[in-house]
């Protein structure tokens, strides 16, 4: 069961366009969404995280924004460049998990020249 | 500053043996987790760690054993390999068991034949 659904899988992207990624999740019990960025043989990192108690953080050109209601959140990427190709995965944590993060099934972007 | 370092990088394995993923982090982090990630599935936890000889189930424990000796080390032990098991499993830590940023290794990719 995936608690946390994630698309698209992949996206591809022209150079300067806005990227836009979606995650559903089903437990109301989250209080912690983050994003992670992958790249090719490397490890997850943390991109930009949120709470429930806001609707939107912007950190450059990454946004989320985040709808309670409809247990729904996105990360644009505006201005999208060659170097944010890379896989990007939504996650969700109850801050009582102790870390425990459920990650959604990854998107993999292209942004092309 | 090292972060979380994996190894091995790569591994094939044969049916039903036995082998030892290492994880190693200098940063005093008192939570430690492995992930594995498979194509369409994101990254699922296996097993996590609140702190030295404090080990818990995540979601798809079965064919996997941990230990937490000392803070700086978490293996995962798989006791006989299974072409399921087949791979890219992660090492992440984080200061403290709420929310936060996940530090995450670069991956240890693992083939059973």
């Known amino acids: 069961q995936q608690q946390v659904k994630q698309s698209p899988q992949s996206l591809i992207v022209q150079k300067g366009g806005i990227s836009i990624i979606n995650c559903a999740y089903e437990?109301?019990?989250?209080?912690?969404f983050p994003w992670y960025q992958q790249f090719p043989g490397k490890g997850p990192a943390l991109l930009i995280a949120?709470?429930?108690?806001?609707s939107e953080k912007k950190e450059g050109r990454f946004t989320i924004s985040f709808n309670k209601s409809a247990k729904q959140f996105s990360l644009h990427i505006m201005d999208s460049q060659p170097g944010d190709s890379a896989t990007y995965f939504c996650?969700?944590?109850?801050?009582?998990?102790?870390?425990?993060?459920?990650f959604g099934e990854g998107t993999q972007l292209t942004v092309n020249p | 500053n090292a972060g979380v370092t994996q190894t091995p990088k790569f591994q094939v394995l044969k049916t039903g043996q036995s082998m030892t993923l290492q994880c190693a982090q200098d940063?005093?982090?008192?939570?430690m987790s492995w992930y594995r990630q498979d194509p369409g599935m994101g990254l699922r936890l296996i097993h996590y760690?609140?702190?030295?000889?404090?080990?818990d189930q995540g979601e798809v424990p079965n064919g996997y054993n941990v230990s937490r000796s000392t803070t700086e080390d978490f293996p995962l032990r798989l006791l006989s390999a299974a072409p399921s098991q087949t791979s890219v499993y992660f090492c992440?830590?984080?200061?403290?068991?709420?929310?936060?940023?996940?530090?995450f290794g670069e991956g240890s990719r693992l083939t059973v034949l």
């Open positions: 996650a969700a944590e109850k801050e009582t998990s102790g870390s425990r993060l459920t």
């Open positions: 949120i709470r429930p108690d806001v």
């Open positions: 992440a830590s984080s200061l403290w068991g709420g929310v936060g940023e996940l530090f």
């Open positions: 437990n109301t019990a989250f209080d912690y």
């Open positions: 760690s609140v702190g030295a000889g404090i080990t």
């Open positions: 940063m005093n982090h008192e939570y």
